[in-house]
Nanobody, 125 residues
Framework: QVQLVESGGGLAQPGGSLRLSCAAS????????MSWARQAPGKGLEWVSG????????DYADFVKGRFTISRDNAKSTLYLQMNSLKPEDTALYYC??????????????????WGQGTQVTVSS
């Protein structure tokens, strides 16, 4: 069974940093592109970032570009999101998500079939 477990969330000051991790199991992690998505209070799911299966290509939503970095360690079946220069509007529940099709890591949330439980990120002064 597919399992995705996020960790690393917490409280950060504006301008601060957090590093999120997602431990994956139950599928061939190295064969799949992966993404991060988030959900803020009163909003739907928003795609944040995606990465190809081998880590050779990455993509980001405009609202995080230049601040966040997605990466992966296939040997550890772990996905990461380094978040720098955090803003209050980054406050959300952050999810690791796996696509239905191995090569997809884009912004259409309907293309993803598994999500973790989420890790809360709160940015406040």
């Amino acid at each position: 069974q597919v399992q995705l477990v996020e960790s690393g969330g917490g409280l950060a000051q504006p301008g601060g940093s957090l590093r999120l991790s997602c431990a994956a199991s139950g599928f061939t992690f190295s064969g799949y592109a992966m993404s991060w998505a988030r959900q803020a209070p009163g909003k739907g799911l928003e795609w944040v970032s995606g990465i190809t299966s081998d880590g050779s290509d990455t993509d980001y939503a405009d609202f995080v570009k230049g601040r966040f970095t997605i990466s992966r360690d296939n040997a550890k079946s772990t996905l990461y999101l380094q978040m720098n220069s955090l803003k209050p509007e980054d406050t959300a529940l952050y999810y690791c998500t796996k696509p239905r099709h191995v090569g997809y890591s884009g912004s259409f949330m309907d293309e993803y079939d598994y999500w973790g439980q989420g890790t809360q990120v709160t940015v406040s002064s």
